[in-house]
């Protein structure tokens, strides 16, 4: 069973920058789409940013929500299995606990292959 681990967030000022890591274990990574979701106090957990392989495993695409793009860029660690997501130009909206999982990206967004979530991190974003 893949075992999920969140950690980086914290708090941060607007326009302030965090960067989430994902450990994964129990199973290799490097072969599935990985990505990040998050969950807004007293809302669904909602995507944020994916990023797999093309349809001939040459290289790496992301795909981003439209409140990330251009302030989120999601990259990975293949050798590690490890998943970052780099959080810049952040914004009191942004806060929320954040969540990785793997699984495959479908219409831009990652379906996960498994309903198993990790604690997540708590981002906040505050003067």
């Known amino acids: 069973q893949v075992q999920l681990v969140e950690s980086g967030g914290g708090l941060a000022q607007p326009g302030g920058s965090l960067r989430l890591s994902c450990a994964a274990s129990?199973?290799?990574?490097?072969?599935?789409?990985v990505g990040w979701f998050r969950q807004l106090p007293g809302k669904e957990r909602e995507f944020v940013a994916a990023?797999?392989?093309?349809?001939?495993?040459?290289?790496?695409?992301?795909y981003y929500a439209k409140s990330a793009q251009g302030r989120f860029t999601i990259s990975r660690d293949r050798d590690q299995n490890m998943v970052y997501l780099q959080m810049n130009s952040l914004k009191p909206e942004d806060t929320a606990v954040y969540y990785c999982?793997?699984?495959?990206?479908?219409?831009?967004?990652?379906?996960?292959?498994?309903?198993?979530w990790g604690q997540g991190t708590q981002v906040t974003v505050s003067s």
């Open positions: 990023i797999g392989w093309n349809d001939r495993w040459t290289y790496y695409m992301t």
């Open positions: 999982n793997w699984g495959t990206v479908k219409n831009g967004k990652l379906v996960p292959a498994s309903e198993s």
């Open positions: 129990g199973r290799t990574l490097s072969s599935h789409d």
